[in-house]
């Protein structure tokens, strides 16, 4: 079965666009035929893209083709999508791989220079290159539709590329598993232990409304047992400490952020229903289930059979050889549970850094050049056109239960999906929850989340009510 599978710039921003703007704009002579097509004349056009292994070669040493293993099903796919835009468009594609894309970009808009005619990073890597005006606004251009959530992915998946009013990167979303690669708080499922002990699988609990904080406390206590071989324990979970903590944070029910009309706001993680989440994770963490929790561990755990469920990223359902796809013959994966004052059905996916972000660099020749070639080369791969193709792709190529593939699908999407800023200290005190008293750890750090979140996340929720509407 194939499978398919990171300083902050203190220059004053007026600094930067008047002593580093290009001192001569580069527009090349571009001409159409008869027939209206666009000849751009031989150019090539430079992807800078960096050298990480969820975006170039996911583990492989085979290489990739627009972030798919070489040697692969839509590997093969992309490379006869560059030829066709190629083709049609009378130029030459090159992917420049460096250390960073971002700072190589930022460089070259500080010295003026062209480098790229887009990038390919890791939001986290960028976001501070965002504030500096290093790229172009995405949502100005024409030739592309970057507001189009079907294909550029969902407002807050881009959230982090939102800054001042303007979009500066988007995700290939129709491109398979490009947008769910960078959710975390999944749950994975060692489905042949939950088999074994005759206990309910958790895909039922969530499937009937049942996936709640009782269930789960009932999961951490039954899950836990001995082998019935080796007579090793197997616990009930692994987790590591911050993430546990996060997955739990808005599972009763909040938002992270919401900002009112007057445009004052409120902070989801201060209110009672939030602390009440807190409390129930230090209840877990430290109470009567503290020891059937693999504390520290993750999907490690979970492939080497010591745990029954493993909180993880998405990236680590499919991608790379360390993957649970590549180590369980039978898994499942589901949210985490939602608590007594959620709405039915709720639960929170978080990001941190999205990946596969697209951006195109203000020294870029031709900005509406640039994105013409992007908004191509990422029109959905031919056989994958439609979600459900998708969809029953990852079925057949990776989930037993197609109840897992419509999870892993639907993650980042506009219902669940939420960027926590781990760059500017935003998320520092998880850790400290489990290991105090969770009102006094919230009040400790109440001003500086204010000033960070005023100063950095207040305004990408501003610019994405402006862009979006509310």
């Not at 708080?185 to 049942?210: C, F, K, M, Q, W």
Request: with cysteine; hydrophobic share 35%.
């Amino acid at each position: 079965m194939k499978r398919i599978i990171s300083v902050f710039l203190c220059f004053v921003f007026t600094f930067l666009f008047v002593s580093c703007a290009p001192s001569e704009e580069i527009i090349p002579e571009y001409s159409s035929d008869v027939s209206g097509d666009i000849d751009l004349g031989g150019k090539v056009f430079k992807m800078g893209t960096v050298n990480d292994a969820l975006i170039v070669f996911q583990s492989s040493d085979e290489g990739s083709t627009l972030g798919y293993i070489n040697n692969t099903e839509f590997a093969d796919l992309a490379l006869k999508r560059i030829n066709e835009v190629e083709s049609k468009y009378n130029m030459v594609f090159e992917v420049v791989i460096v250390p960073s894309a971002g700072q190589t970009a930022y460089h070259s808009v500080m010295t003026g220079d062209y480098e790229f005619d887009f990038i390919q990073e890791e939001s986290y890597d960028i976001v501070d290159y965002v504030i500096a005006g290093t790229f172009t606004d995405l949502s100005a251009l024409s030739s592309m539709d970057a507001l189009d959530e079907e294909k550029w992915g969902s407002r807050y998946l881009l959230s982090s590329m939102m800054y001042d009013g303007g979009l500066y990167g988007v995700i290939p979303a129709k491109h398979p598993m490009k947008t769910q690669n960078s959710m975390s708080s999944v749950l994975a499922i060692n489905e042949s232990y939950v088999h074994s002990l005759n206990e309910t699988d958790p895909r039922d609990y969530y499937e009937n409304g049942e996936w709640t904080w009782d269930t789960f406390t009932r999961v951490l206590t039954d899950y836990a047992h001995y082998g019935q071989t080796s007579n090793d324990f197997v616990y009930a979970l692994a987790s590591k400490e911050d993430w546990f903590t996060r997955a739990v944070s808005l599972s009763n029910g909040d938002e992270y952020l919401t900002v009112n009309s007057d445009g004052t706001y409120e902070m989801g993680f201060y209110s009672d229903t939030a602390l009440k989440a807190f409390d129930q994770a230090n209840e877990w963490w430290n109470g009567p289930t503290a020891d059937n929790i693999i504390k520290g561990g993750g999907v490690d755990q979970l492939n080497s059979n010591e745990t029954v469920i493993a909180l993880i990223d998405s990236y680590q359902v499919l991608s790379g050889v360390s993957s649970v796809a590549y180590n369980l013959e039978y898994f499942g994966i589901v949210p985490f549970p939602s608590g007594p004052d959620a709405p039915a059905g709720w639960y929170k996916s978080f990001y941190e850094s999205a990946d596969f972000v697209l951006s195109i660099p203000i020294t870029a020749p031709d900005a509406e050049a640039s994105a013409l070639i992007m908004d191509s080369l990422f029109e959905p791969l031919e056989g994958y056109e439609t979600d459900e193709d998708i969809l029953e792709y990852l079925t057949r190529n990776y989930f037993i239960d197609e109840r897992d593939a419509k999870y892993f699908f639907e993650i980042a999407s506009n219902d669940h999906a939420i960027y926590i800023d781990h760059k500017h200290g935003l998320t520092g005190f998880f850790p400290q929850i489990l290991n105090g008293t969770p009102a006094q750890v919230l009040e400790s750090i109440e001003t500086q989340q204010k000033t960070n979140i005023e100063k950095y996340i207040l305004t990408q929720y501003l610019t994405m009510n402006e862009l979006y509407g509310n």
